[in-house]
């Protein structure tokens, strides 16, 4: 029974979340972020959360990191609360902006997490050229972030993500800035770079299509407060070319979201 029990809490979720409230105390009153959400994610998972803006993707990914702590409910990463994993290094965090230092190359902004936790220099070398390989930014380490085109800095915020090799991956609509063809290109080399690394990966965004081509899970969110309206498991291959997104099975998936994000702004 013992052995069963540790079996299942190192095979167990790598995030949970059980009824989590979020109110945020306003000088208007109190604003509830997010309301009764439920949610178990796998080890090596890529999910999508998907719903209006307001609707408090950011907060619960803000939760995950330690950034915000929730009201009431229960929420675990990697099986502990989400400050104990923070100090684990559990996860790598990309914004919705690249947030590069402008006085530093894109090898010193890649490293400066490195420096802080005090890696020796031959390792953060090591994992730079790592790293920038995985983003295909081999050759770039020495310009600066305006030397480099929208897409490039986002790939690079990626690779500093990266570069403590956490296990988790929590990404706050990183290509909402972009345009249409380097954004599908981005999402192409990140399912890739996903296959590579197999990074539990969890990913916000406002666009339908992306959702659906990165996913193997799609989490629907209603407006304010934020509940969850629908989870969808992915029924496409891990092998998806871009033109999958022309197949029926991809536009049924697509016509799913689109009836979540509906029915939430019905609901009361
Ligand atoms: N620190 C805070 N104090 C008060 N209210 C907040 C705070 N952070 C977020 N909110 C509110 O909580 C709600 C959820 O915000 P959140 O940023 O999580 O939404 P979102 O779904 O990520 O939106 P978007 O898609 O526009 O980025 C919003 O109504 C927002 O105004």
Known sequence: MANAASLSRTAGPVIEAQG???????????????RDVSLSVAKGEFVSFIGPSGCGKTTLLRCVAALETPSSGRLTVNGMDPDAARKARAYGYVFQAAGLYPWRTIAG???????IMGFPRAEQDARVDRVLRLVDLAGFGRKYPWQLSGGMQQRASIARALAFDADILLMD???GALDEIVRDRLNEELLGLWARTGKTTLFVTHSIPEAVYLSTKIVVMSPRPGRITDIIDSPLPRERPLDIRESPEFLAVAHRVREGLRAGHIEV
Request: proline share 12%.
């Open 20 to 34: 989590v409230n979020l109110v945020f105390q306003t000088a208007d009153g109190p604003v509830q972020a997010l």
């Open 173 to 175: 609509e990183p290509f």
């Open 109 to 115: 902004n890649i490293r400066l997490p490195l420096e």
